[in-house]
Antibody
Framework: QVHLVESGGGLSKPGGSLRLSCTAS????????MSWFRQAPGKGLEWLSY????????NYADSVKGRFTISRDNAKNLLYLQMDGLRVEDTSIYYC?????????????WGQGTLVTVSS | SYVLTQPPSVSVAPGQTASITCGGT??????VHWYQQRPGQAPVLVVY???DRPSGIPERFSGSNSGNTATLTISRVAAGDEADYYC???????????FGGGTRLTVL
């Protein structure tokens, strides 16, 4: 049974940093691209970033490019999102997710989310 | 970036059929996926590749895609179907997923 569990959310001041983690289980983690998404309060879903199986390729949404960094540790089944230069508008629930197959298409497994609040 | 347009809300009586649309330029040329998100919960994939259902999703959920509009159809709607629904495609130009703005389904 596939499980994705995010952690590391919390309160940060503007300009601060947080590192989110996503612990994966129930599948061969190193065989799949992994992604981060977020959802601001009362808003829709927003893709943030994805990383290839061997970390050789990453892509970022314009809203976080240059501030957020995705990474993974296949030996530990862990996905990370380093968030620097946080802004008030980054306040959201952050989800990690795995594509159904390959590196694109639909996302069949999602974590329960972790809340990030950026406020002075 | 590719733009997907959904109606903000759809209402339907219990037992009836709900249709939620997702508009995009020549959307029929790409695969459309649909997610259900109940309040306080993570999204759940209910239809992928236009019309396929993941294991465990009832046959009441179906999808179609033609021209500039993809449609999620939910038959025999029940109170438990009340949720936000999002369509999603892969934008091959920017090489990342794109979501519609979401549709709130209300069961009257």
């Amino acid at each position: 049974q596939v499980h994705l569990v995010e952690s590391g959310g919390g309160l940060s001041k503007p300009g601060g940093s947080l590192r989110l983690s996503c612990t994966a289980s129930g599948f061969t983690f190193g065989d799949y691209y992994m992604s981060w998404f977020r959802q601001a309060p009362g808003k829709g879903l927003e893709w943030l970033s994805y990383i290839s199986t061997t970390s050789s390729f990453t892509n970022y949404a314009d809203s976080v490019k240059g501030r957020f960094t995705i990474s993974r540790d296949n030996a530990k089944n862990l996905l990370y999102l380093q968030m620097d230069g946080l802004r008030v508008e980054d306040t959201s629930i952050y989800y990690c997710a795995r594509a159904r197959v390959g590196g694109s298409g639909s996302y069949i497994y999602w974590g329960q989310g972790t809340l990030v609040t950026v406020s002075s | 970036s590719y733009v997907l347009t959904q109606p903000p809300s759809v209402s339907v009586a219990p037992g009836q059929t709900a249709s939620i649309t997702c508009g995009g330029t020549n959307i029929e040329d790409t695969s459309v996926h649909w997610y259900q998100q109940r309040p306080g919960q993570a999204p759940v994939l209910v239809v992928y590749d236009d019309s396929d259902r993941p294991s465990g999703i009832p046959e009441r959920f179906s999808g179609s895609n033609s021209g500039n509009t993809a449609t999620l159809t939910i038959s025999r709607v029940a109170a438990g179907d009340e949720a936000d629904y999002y369509c999603q495609v892969w934008d091959s130009t920017s090489d990342h997923p794109v979501f519609g703005g979401g549709t709130r389904l209300t069961v009257l």
